[in-house]
């Protein structure tokens, strides 16, 4: 039976990119040796991790235009830390969407003043704040564009003359912005980009250099961009599995042709969660997020019938994240609109029974 995975992360892949990942873990470039256990020196990864740096600015429209994209270990969480370490020289700014904002604020009150512009923790991070007021004399202002646990996600961003960093870890390259608006993206690749173990960081250079501090060179991005993002053995595999998405990403069309489809896949979702008496959505309904639909059953009695018939239909992955329960559907760029259909199918026979 197919397997429709809404897993929020590590995510499903495309099954072309899966294919030619295993293939070079057997035999890499026809040289007889696998992927992973040859030189991250040799000229073959090299190009790969050019490749791969390369394409993530063309697919975000950054090329030649200040950026430099890397690709580190250690996951948005450590790039909570990194952040704060190489550019917090006194104050920052955070707005509070959730757990991941939690961890960055948490992170980054090490190294400074931290001022929470904006936060909807009182109602349970079900919205994204408004209204807000971006004070001066920051440093920079941080902002979470996708927040899984809770479904939300900023359809506007905030307009100001601080420099502005973006965890974009659940929804990079899902939907077309000017990402020029953006000083520091960082992303973990298990959301929507390839396995865990690689986190892209895309930096505006010229933002760099500018805390007192000493950073050391593992955390320093200005060491990093120096060495090409090869100061130390990278992550060999991850790399490799991304760029073969980026590149699956590239042939059907980028970011804009993504974005159709992914829309797409929520109209259908969200229509079903508004329109079935069986479910009722967790986000504010103008705030809700493409890629992570998060509902409830509105009778907690059907929760075994409703998991059976999951299981039955082949799909994985959809219980809620632990601190908000129910059900969160992760729609990334690799999920069909068939596995959308196949779930929507089940809610509307769910209706039926109840």
């Known amino acids: 039976m197919k397997k429709h995975n809404f897993s929020a992360g590590p995510c499903i892949l495309p099954k072309e990119v899966l294919l030619k990942a295993s293939e070079a873990v057997m035999d890499f470039n026809g040289s007889g040796l696998s992927l992973i256990e040859i030189s991250h020196r040799s000229k073959d990864f090299v190009a790969v991790m050019e490749n791969a740096r390369s394409l993530a600015l063309e ?89 899984t646990i809770y479904g939300t996600q900023f359809k506007k961003f905030p307009k100001t003359n601080t420099p502005l960093v973006c965890d974009m870890s659940s929804d990079i390259f899902s939907r077309s912005l000017d990402f020029s608006q953006f000083d520091l993206i960082y992303a973990g690749a298990q959301k929507n980009m390839g396995p865990a173990g690689a986190t892209l960081v895309v930096i505006k250079e010229d933002i760099l250099g500018k805390v007192s501090r000493k950073i050391p060179s593992m955390l320093d991005y200005k060491v990093h961009i120096s060495k090409d993002s090869m100061f130390n053995t990278p992550p060999v595999f991850p790399v490799y599995t991304s760029m073969l998405t980026l590149e699956w990403l590239k042939s059907l069309g980028g970011i804009a042709a993504i974005e159709e489809i992914n829309e797409k896949k929520a109209r259908l979702l969200y229509s079903e969660i508004d329109l079935n008496p069986v479910f009722e959505g967790y986000a504010n309904t103008e705030d809700r997020s493409l890629m992570n639909a998060t509902f409830n059953l509105t009778e907690e009695s059907l929760k075994s019938t409703f998991e059976e018939m999951l299981k039955d239909a082949g799909i994985n992955g959809l219980n809620g994240h632990r601190s908000v329960g129910g059900y969160r559907a992760s729609m990334y760029n690799a999920l069909s609109l068939e596995s959308v259909g196949v779930l929507v199918d089940v809610m509307s026979e769910m209706e039926r029974k109840g």
């Open 59 to 147: 697919l975000l429209n950054l090329t030649d235009k200040g950026y430099q994209a890397l690709f580190l270990h250690g996951g948005a969480s450590l790039e909570f830390l990194m952040v704060a370490y190489n550019l917090l020289n006194k104050k920052a700014g955070y707005l509070n969407t959730g757990t991941w904002s939690d961890k960055a604020i948490k992170e980054a009150k090490l190294f400074g003043d931290v001022v929470e512009v904006g936060s909807s923790k009182d109602e349970d991070f079900r919205y994204i704040p408004k209204g807000y007021s971006v004070p001066d004399g920051l440093d920079y202002l941080h902002i979470t564009s996708n927040n």
